[in-house]
């Protein structure tokens, strides 16, 4: 079965930097475009970032030029380098992995960013 594993949250102060990580196993991560969103306390899950299996990324506009998706195949994994940290990117990231020909969403259960001095 799919499993989709995040990892790298945690506390950092206004204009830090976070990194954080997600695994993917039980499947072919190459045939897998993957993203990562984000739901700050209180409000909807928003996409943060993509990148197909081909390397393509799109960023949200209120993370453009400061965050980073990009992907190791050869990990299975995906990364989300975050920097110039605000407090409103605060809240739980959450991965999730799309099969590039069924469709089908796997989502990870998420991990805790908080942003505050």
């Known amino acids: 079965q799919v499993q989709v594993v995040e990892s790298g949250g945690g506390l950092v102060q206004p204009g830090g930097s976070l990194s954080l990580s997600c695994v993917v196993s039980?499947?072919?991560?190459?045939?897998?475009?993957m993203g990562w969103s984000r739901q700050p306390p209180g409000k909807q899950r928003d996409l943060v970032a993509t990148?197909?299996?081909?390397?393509?990324?799109n960023y949200s506009d209120s993370v453009k030029g400061r965050f980073t998706i990009s992907r190791d195949n050869a990990k299975n994994t995906v990364y989300l380098q975050m920097n110039s940290l605000k407090p409103e990117d605060a809240g739980v990231y959450y991965c999730?992995?799309?099969?590039?020909?069924?469709?089908?969403?796997?989502w990870g259960k998420g991990t805790l960013v908080t942003v505050s001095s």
């Open positions: 999730h992995a799309r099969h590039d020909y069924f469709g089908r969403y796997y």
């Open positions: 039980g499947t072919i991560f190459s045939i897998y475009t």
């Open positions: 990148i197909t299996s081909a390397g393509n990324t």
